[in-house]
């Protein structure tokens, strides 16, 4: 339970951080949402935004833990 803790607090940090980044513009997710060109083109414009490296960031740990979460219960499963 402290592994699930300690990632909930991360995750909202991920979170937060991109809400604070992209509080002055429009949200990069957003964009992304609308039109994947639109969102290339502003990168390209704009270089590579902080909320994107974030949100690339954010979705590899995300991905990470849950495979880590998954290996866990499994190893708990065969040790009964």
Same mark, same amino acid.
């Given at each position: %339970?402290?592994? *699930? *803790?300690?990632?909930? %607090? =991360?995750? !909202?940090?991920?979170?937060? *951080? $991109?809400?604070?980044?992209? %509080?002055?513009?429009?949200?990069?997710?957003?964009?992304?949402?609308? !039109?994947?060109?639109?969102?290339?083109?502003?990168?390209?414009?704009?270089? &590579? %935004?902080?909320? =994107? $490296? #974030?949100?690339?960031?954010?979705?590899? /740990?995300?991905?990470?833990?849950?495979? &880590? /979460?998954? #290996?866990?219960?499994?190893?708990? *499963?065969?040790?009964?």
């Amino acid at each position: %339970s402290n592994q *699930l *803790l300690a990632f909930a %607090s =991360l995750v !909202s940090f991920y979170i937060g *951080l $991109i809400i604070h980044t992209s %509080s002055n513009e429009e949200p990069a997710i957003l964009i992304w949402a609308k !039109s994947k060109r639109t969102y290339i083109f502003v990168n390209w414009k704009r270089g &590579i %935004s902080l909320p =994107l $490296i #974030v949100g690339i960031t954010a979705a590899l /740990m995300f991905a990470c833990a849950i495979v &880590i /979460m998954i #290996v866990q219960l499994i190893v708990e *499963l065969k040790n009964g």
